[in-house]
Antibody, heavy 121, light 106 residues
C-alpha cells in the first residue's frame, strides 16, 4: 500500500524550531518529487515547499523562505521539513504529498494524514 | 505572485449539477488539478490536466479550463460529495492553490 506518514508536530514557542518527518512506503520514494503543504485551522491549503528526487533542487513559498528547509533521505525513504524562527502564523496541519511522476498530471497524487504544528507561548 | 480565486461556498441539491469555478490570469494556458477534502481528512485529487479523472474517481466529476477560468463540475451530486474543493496550478516552480470552495449538498 502506498503510504505517507508524517510525524514530529507539536507545540513550540514563537522563535523556536521543529523538524517534521514524512515516512514513505509502498513506492519507490527515490524517484519522486515531494512536497509539504500546510493548512491553518479552518483555512485552505497553502503550498510550502518541494524537493526533487535526489534532493539537489528545492523551492519554497515566500512566507517560509529563509526559515524552513526541506530535505530527504532516500536511503531511509523519509522527507523532512526543518522549521526555524517559527511564528504564530505557522500554526497549521502540515501534509507531505507526492508529486505525480506523470509529467502531465502536474499535481499531488498521494497525501499523508498530516501532523499538527502549534506555535504559541 | 500568481493567484487563484474560488467562490467561498456553493450549495447544490442531491441529484443536481454543481459547478465550482477557479479564476486566474491566463489560467487556460496552465494545467489545473482539483482536490476534494472531506471534513477531517486529507485532500484527494479528483481532476488532473484540467479534465482527466484519476483511477477510482467517479465519472460524475469533470473539469474544463479555458481563458481565465477553470471549472469543476459534479453531475448528479450525492451527499458523499459534500466537501471542500481546491483548484491548483503552477506558477513557474511554485505551486498555487485556490482559496477553496465549501460545497454543501442540501
Amino acid at each position: 500500500e502506498v503510504q505517507l506518514v508524517e510525524s514530529g508536530g507539536g507545540l513550540v514557542q514563537p522563535g523556536g524550531s521543529l523538524r517534521l518527518s514524512c515516512a514513505a512506503s509502498g513506492f519507490t520514494f527515490s524517484i519522486y518529487w515531494m512536497h509539504w503543504v500546510r493548512q491553518a485551522p479552518g483555512k485552505g491549503l497553502v503550498w510550502v515547499s518541494r524537493i526533487n528526487s535526489d534532493g539537489s533542487t528545492t523551492n519554497y513559498a515566500d512566507s517560509v523562505k529563509g526559515r524552513f528547509t526541506i530535505s530527504r533521505d532516500n536511503a531511509k525513504n523519509t522527507l523532512f521539513l526543518q522549521m526555524n524562527s517559527l511564528r504564530a502564523e505557522d500554526t497549521a496541519v502540515y501534509y507531505c504529498a507526492r508529486e505525480s511522476i506523470v509529467p502531465t498530471i502536474t499535481g499531488m497524487d498521494v497525501w499523508g494524514q498530516g501532523t499538527t504544528v502549534t506555535v504559541s507561548s | 505572485s500568481y493567484e487563484l480565486t474560488q467562490p467561498p461556498s456553493v450549495s447544490v441539491s442531491p441529484g443536481q449539477t454543481a459547478s465550482i469555478t477557479c479564476s486566474g490570469d491566463k489560467l487556460g494556458d496552465k494545467y489545473v488539478c482539483w482536490y476534494q477534502q472531506k471534513a477531517g481528512q486529507s485532500p484527494v485529487m479528483v481532476i488532473y490536466q484540467d479534465s482527466k479523472r484519476p483511477s477510482g474517481i467517479p465519472e460524475r466529476f469533470s473539469g474544463s479550463n479555458s481563458g481565465n477560468i477553470a471549472t469543476l463540475t459534479i453531475s448528479g451530486t450525492q451527499a458523499m460529495d459534500e466537501a471542500d474543493y481546491y483548484c491548483q496550478a503552477w506558477d513557474s516552480s511554485t505551486v498555487v492553490f485556490g482559496g477553496g470552495t465549501k460545497m454543501t449538498v442540501l
